[in-house]
């Protein structure tokens, strides 16, 4: 089991000029059983620069967010341990179904 959390509040140096480019938040969980399947779920939320502003911003990124689940598999597995191929198939929503609300 693989648990992912990202948060601005992880990353000090936005005077820096190295920000997050809007993200905002993600969350994530991902688990691989012994067949090499993955299955995973979670969610990411975006605002805009200024989060004082409820309004829409032109040229800036609008309060939004996606939750998804998929799956993925390896394969070719036994074929040469350096290398794994892996394909997925993720399915989410977005807007107000996203849970991802004004930050």
Not at 85 to 96: A, K, N, Q, R, T
Request: hydrophobic share 30%; aromatic share 18%.
């Amino acid at each position: 089991m693989q648990v992912t959390l990202e948060n601005d509040c992880f990353l000090p140096d936005k005077s820096l000029g190295k920000g997050d480019h809007d993200y905002t938040h993600g969350t994530g969980f991902e688990y691989i059983d012994n067949s090499f399947f993955h299955y995973k779920a979670g969610q990411n939320i975006y605002a805009p620069s200024d989060l004082r502003r409820k309004d829409h911003i032109d040229g800036d990124r609008p309060y939004a967010g996606i939750i998804y689940g998929g799956v993925g598999y390896e394969f070719f597995r036994d074929y040469d341990p350096n290398w794994t191929h892996y394909g997925e198939l993720d399915f989410g929503m977005i807007g107000p179904a996203a849970f991802c609300g004004h930050t």
